[in-house]
């Protein structure tokens, strides 16, 4: 079970894992996400978004950064091997311009780092459902773009790369060519994912513009199925739960600096247990 | 054995680990009774014609006839009358609230005047169990022949461990769903290992899986697969929805999103189902604060302020909005909490969570001291805020005792608040 057919770097610390989850493949719909475990004795769960899936072949997709233990374990791990555990697909799918009763009309599609990955299924359901996408990508230097390819066969001439050095597309910030697109005025609706203080400035960005923006979180979850309330956050005043209200919202509403002080709950705790799985890698 | 002499026989103490040691570790707390103790205790049973205990169990086992086994020091005899009617007495003997249920309505505890001296049914049902367990000498249950029915349970928890075992020994094709990798439920995420041992949780597993009963971890009824397909497409005939409680409810009180801030469910499963009180071995974090506070008064308080306890805090409150003879949790709970050191403050709630300015609770809460109001005819008594109380101490964690939508809500409008 959960057995991963293939695995590639990315990046440096950004992999694609291809893993069989016949039930999963078969229900999930582009915005949901899985739980996952490296090790079902001392594990702990954590949540990532399904990049893609094969109905055909069983399978679903994901992409991650080595940003914890549980990360780095996965990162591992190679073709052949199992996932320990694997729960889904969770949370709801996302609402889709043109499928959703209202009429399609232009799309802006933010990416920040690997937030491209979840948003690859997002963009191709948009551009079926009959919208024009723009797809805009950041990433602090060109060698950390992933499915730099994939998008532009969705977008087109519209895809616009930015990176912080240059070395890639403009220098700069994600808001700058979004701000330029709303001012320009043809813009219905955006969607951001990425790290959240990109998605936070991102919803600035939008904000006087009246443009719907909506964000996808990535809180710190345990159970995914609404049990633990650990990936509460506030949007518009009301205590919300990411598993099962999200993990999409309206940008504007998400209350952020709670959002990015209870995404910190456990540094030290995460750092140390990171530290410490990397060590043991060594002797591995 | 006149009911005289019955009646002089003095109530047997479960043997239990010293307050002071268990209050910093995790083996159990009760320690069982002996053999000797098992059948003192069980000979207390007056054998009343009428049976009335057994209208307070749910699952009405035959008490008296069990007890009367072993009475004669038939334990196995007293185990096979038992698992007629329940396949999980290890588990029940230790978490089932018995002064609430069979021993309510104890002849003994009446004649007594005092459901603290009826017969201790749900500790003799304990040590049947785990002497059987403990010496391999558990016999297969039988099961009828196969219906060529399919059942769906959905959930792992105690309902649905005692749903499969019933619908397995009638006879049934069985398959279990549970969205956690591990099954047993509250069993495993939520009752602490001091006081319901894991491997006792997976030996009942086990037992249900020798019935033929299948079990699907990691499978979310619902999202992993719809319950119409479950019916429709893989020929389930029938399907038993387990799946406890839900969401928590928070109070909707101001900071209770700050960090340190927990619903009971989250706190109790970082610690309990990811290991995180096994300190070093587990990648799950815990939130170790020093001075915690637990809102609520039942089971799952008590479990989350002796856990708190465990994982190093120096100080724990409890605060209940109602008094002591209100609250849900049983009462050897109630008990251990106490001798714990557990600091009870009832007649109090909280008013809201104090941020220390960087997203986590700062070490002071403020609080309000209800005011006892008449009970309104049904369930148990409201409270209103009247008046403030002295300050004590501070805290800079708080473990929430989740509340479920069925209790009665209350208000909070206090005329003054204090701090603690």
Redesign the interface.
Same mark, same amino acid.
């Given at each position: 079970m959960n057995r991963i057919i293939s695995k590639s770097r990315l990046s440096d610390n950004v992999y694609k894992m291809q893993i069989e989850a016949p +039930?999963?493949a078969q229900?999930r719909k582009a915005g949901q996400f899985v739980i996952l475990?490296a090790?079902?004795?001392?594990?702990?769960?954590i949540p990532l978004t399904i990049a893609d899936a094969d109905v055909e072949k069983g399978t679903i997709t994901v992409i991650f950064q080595t940003v914890g @233990? $549980?990360t780095t374990k996965l990162s591992r791990l190679e073709p052949g091997d199992s996932i320990?555990? +694997? +729960?889904?697909? +969770?949370g709801r799918p996302t609402s889709i311009r043109g499928e959703n009763g209202e009429k399609p009309g232009h799309v802006v599609c933010v990416g920040g780092g690997i937030g491209v990955a979840p948003m690859h299924p997002i963009a191709q359901a948009l551009k079926a459902a009959g919208n024009k996408v723009t797809i805009i990508m950041g990433a602090r230097n060109e060698s950390l773009f992933v499915m730099k390819d994939e998008m532009a066969a969705i977008a087109g001439e519209n895809l616009i790369l930015m990176t912080d050095d240059g070395s890639s597309g403009r220098k700069g910030l994600v808001t700058e060519p979004l701000k330029e697109l709303c001012e320009a005025g043809a813009v219905d609706e955006v969607i951001a994912i990425g790290p959240p203080i990109m998605m936070k400035f991102c919803a600035l960005a939008t904000k006087p513009y009246g443009v719907k923006t909506t964000v996808s979180l990535n809180t710190i979850m345990? *159970?995914? $199925?609404?049990?633990?309330?650990?990936c509460?956050?506030?949007v518009g005043g009301k $205590?919300k739960?990411v598993c099962?209200d999200g993990p999409e919202f309206d940008g504007h509403e998400v209350d952020w *600096?709670?959002m990015l002080?209870?995404m910190?709950?456990?540094k030290p705790?995460?750092q140390a @247990?990171k530290e410490h799985?990397c060590k043991a890698g060594i002797f591995k | 054995m006149t009911p005289k002499e019955k009646m002089a026989i003095p109530p047997q103490a479960m043997p239990q680990q010293d307050a002071a040691a268990r209050a910093h570790n995790m083996n159990e707390v009760a320690l069982g009774y002996t053999a000797e103790m098992a059948k003192t205790e069980a000979s207390r049973c007056l054998q009343c014609p009428t049976k009335p205990c057994m209208q307070g169990c749910p699952v009405a086992i035959n008490i008296p006839g069990f007890l009367a086994k072993a009475a004669d020091g038939d334990f196995a005899g007293a185990l096979d009358i038992i698992k007629e009617t329940s396949l999980l007495p290890a588990v029940c003997g230790r978490v089932c609230p018995q002064e609430k249920q069979c021993q309510k309505f104890c002849t003994m505890g009446k004649l007594l005047k005092d459901v603290d001296k009826a017969v201790a049914i749900g500790r003799v049902e304990r040590f049947c169990a785990d002497l059987a367990r403990e010496t391999g000498a558990e016999k297969p249950v039988a099961c009828a022949p196969k219906t060529g029915k399919k059942v769906a349970i959905v959930g792992s928890g105690p309902a649905s461990i005692t749903c499969a075992a019933d619908c397995a020994k009638a006879g049934h094709d069985v398959t279990v769903f549970e969205?956690?990798? !591990?099954c047993g439920g509250v069993l495993v995420y939520g009752i602490p290992e001091f006081r319901l041992p894991k491997a006792i949780v997976r030996h009942e597993i086990e037992s249900i899986k020798q019935l033929g009963v299948k079990i699907e971890? =990691? %499978?979310?009824v619902g999202?992993? !697969?719809?319950l119409k397909d479950l019916i429709e497409k893989d020929g389930f005939d029938a399907v038993f929805v387990g799946t406890g409680a839900?969401?928590?409810k %928070?109070m =909707?009180i101001e900071g209770? /999103?700050l =960090?340190?801030v927990?619903?009971a /469910?989250?706190y109790l499963? !970082?610690a309990n189902l990811?290991?995180a009180y096994?300190e070093g071995?587990?990648?799950?974090? %815990?939130?170790h604060g020093k001075k915690v506070a637990v809102l609520g008064g039942g089971n799952v308080a008590m479990d989350a302020s002796r856990m708190a306890l465990r994982l190093g805090a120096e100080k724990v409150y409890l605060v209940y909005r109602r008094s002591e003879a209100e609250m849900p949790a049983r009462k050897e709970e109630v008990e251990h909490a106490k001798e714990e050191g557990v600091e009870f403050h009832m007649l109090e709630n909280a008013k809201r969570v104090l941020s220390d300015g960087?997203?986590?609770v700062r070490n002071r809460g403020q609080r309000i001291r209800p005011r006892r109001r008449h009970s309104c005819g049904r369930g148990r008594q409201r409270v209103e805020p009247a008046y403030p109380d002295d300050d004590r101490g501070a805290r800079d964690q708080q473990a929430r005792k989740?509340r479920r939508r069925s209790r009665d809500e209350y208000d909070i409008n206090p005329r003054r608040i204090r701090r603690w």
């Open positions: +039930l999963v229900e475990m090790d079902d004795e001392f594990g702990e769960r @233990a $549980t320990a555990a +694997l +729960l889904g697909p +969770l345990i *159970d995914g $199925t609404g049990m633990c309330g650990g509460r956050v506030s $205590t739960f099962v *600096d709670q002080s209870r910190g709950a456990f705790q995460e @247990a799985v | 969205a956690f990798h !591990r971890p =990691n %499978f979310v999202r992993t !697969r719809k839900g969401l928590p %928070f =909707n209770e /999103n =960090n340190g927990f619903s /469910n989250e499963t !970082r990811m290991k096994l071995s587990a990648d799950t974090p %815990f939130w960087k997203g986590a989740h």
